[in-house]
């Protein structure tokens, strides 16, 4: 899946590019001499790259399988792309690479399972699958508004700019919660059907689930 090649290759070069970054380890320190914070060329790429990505993926949404969360996805998409674009010309690059960072940990986990859904590797598909429902669950409803959104709100002054980002952010935050409701649904299904199983769906058919649930029903 050339998604899991660009979430796992997104994830893993930000972890590189920031790991020795200090602002990545003490938020605080983000906001320091902002909005006078130099841009790494490597940074500015980073974000050109993810919003070509969530471009594309706006522009193939009417071409993907039309899942019952497809309304999300387009919200989720529009709201990644307004945050990225507006944080870049606003100067917020280093919160932004660690909003991006905590949203590509899990993404490029289901990608994963999804590849071992339609080999029919069903037993690794389902212990990959609740590996991904527990680092969704952890940097989307645990780091994320705790630390990421927390100092956001708490350490940068109000401007019109950021009140936009806040707005959008706490779009992502409610889709996060209603992901996550459908996630553990679908965790507690895998765990009880055990073995039993059916064949996978194909790629081209309309679903009636979202891309999570339709792991867990197939299995």
Excluded at 69 to 79: L, M, N, R, S
Aim: overall charge neutral.
């Amino acid at each position: 899946s050339w998604r899991f090649v660009f979430y796992f290759t997104s994830f893993f070069s930000g972890l590189a590019l920031l790991y020795d970054k200090p602002w990545f380890w003490d938020h605080t320190v983000c906001w320091l001499k902002f909005p006078q914070q130099p841009l790494p060329p490597a940074l500015g790429w980073f974000y050109l790259l993810e919003l070509s990505f969530y471009c594309s993926l706006v522009a193939t949404l009417p071409f993907d399988v039309k899942r019952k969360d497809f309304k999300e996805q387009i919200i989720h998409h529009i709201a990644t792309i307004t945050l990225i674009f507006v944080s870049y010309c606003a100067n917020i690059i280093r919160f932004g690479m660690i909003v991006m960072l905590v949203h590509d940990a899990s993404d490029y986990i289901l990608e994963l399972a999804k590849m071992l859904h339609y080999l029919k590797w069903h037993r690794v598909c389902e212990v990959v699958f609740i590996v991904f429902a527990v680092v969704f669950i952890t940097s989307r409803l645990v780091i994320f508004p705790l630390t990421v959104y927390y100092y956001f709100v708490t350490k940068l002054e109000l401007f019109p700019i950021s009140c936009l980002i806040n707005a959008f952010l706490v779009i992502l935050q409610l889709l996060h919660i209603f992901w996550s409701y459908l996630i553990i649904q679908m965790v507690f299904s895998v765990i009880l059907r055990g073995p039993k199983r059916q064949d996978a769906r194909s790629d081209t058919e309309e679903s009636d689930g979202s891309e999570a649930e339709d792991l867990a029903k197939n299995k």
